[in-house]
């Protein structure tokens, strides 16, 4: 492989949006005191509505919505069944702002610090411009660049994502790496003459809905988190230097 | 002032491009033995063909058409004034390139530094996405993220740019200070609603055409650097830390 740039994925591939949810939900504001809610599934029956919800805009039955949008139409529609339908208008605002602050999985900062010495590491996420940076600002994930939906107005899979962030990128899809948990976008990917390497995330989606990897061959690399991802692509451990930047190896 | 983030202009105010090709030119390939070249003026006149050309693309007279590719339209019409009519085609592929490679002014990164502790900081450049990304990485220029000519497919200083990326950034336009050394760029930034910082770079152009200071009040800040803006911005000077980001201040 002749690869120049690595373009991630990130709700599942970069952040663990199940767990944060699971976290951080019992802090939300607006909660009635008597309701408990189940966080996991609460979480679960939240990002269930975000395939359908990107469909209807990629089919043109919605406007162009970004996720913030999404997430709080999802949101108002899936309260009632967790006896969370007092919460107030100006709370759910704030519910809406917690996929702003999803915490990475725990290899993905050292690995991507990484892969970042050797290739160009970017964004090429269904999430906003405005959410990716919270995202990256909040948790120091070391992005050379942004791609977001709201920059080509099309949601992934869509080919013009893929395509458009090789033009933007000065280069032929062929020397860009698409890194994600999903294989449809990774067989999207390819589609449009990206590489693709598979990452293995076994509990995005919880203990009860294991993941499994892909059969060897079904994608250009299969590895099971970042630090592998950097060793197949040669990209050595970042060794300590007065840039204070500290090898994986001796956290 | 209630500013979220800084989007600068990158060309005079961020990185040093006349200091650049003085002291890279004579290593170009291609040079014919024979030719000795005054780099300074050649840099000039290479970079007076920018405006004109951006015009040309502004007023649709060109089609779009990015800076790799008016640099090199430039370069062709201007190598014959020199006596470097000669320089082979390839040759004058990598020339273009030279622009991918300019050193910031010596203050730019300590500054950065401290301002994006406390504020997103992106770029907001008429040279197009692949560049910054260029540019970036070999200085390590500290971005949040990157605002390109060719993400909006016009050039400053159409009023889209500007708005655009604050729509992006999800921010009203009054919480986003434009930072830049040219007066015209800060007029139309403020036309469009943003705050303006204008930086001093008397060198830019040579100490021939030193660039005078705007008079106090035409835009919202005037400081001689980066430090400074950060100074008033209140960008603390970056402590020692684990991270081993050294404070500009024990630089």
Redesign the interface.
Known sequence: MNVRALVFDVFGTVVDWRGTIQREGPALPGLPAAVSVDWAAFADTWRAGYAPAMEQVRTGILPWTNLDGLHRAILDAILPEFGLESVPDCAREEWVYLWHRLDPWPDAIPGLTRLRTRY?VATLSNG???L??AL??RAGLPW???F?A??FRRYKPDPEVYRGAAA????PPEQILMVAAHREDLIAAGRAGLRTAFVHRPLEFGPDRVTERPPVGEFDLIVTDFPELADCLGALPTQPS?????SPASR
Request: glycine share 8%; charged share 15%; hydrophobic share 55%.
């Open positions: 160009i906003h411009l405005a990716q940076v990256a600002k050379d660049c942004l977001a709201d920059l933007w990128l000065g280069l007065n840039s204070g930047i500290v």
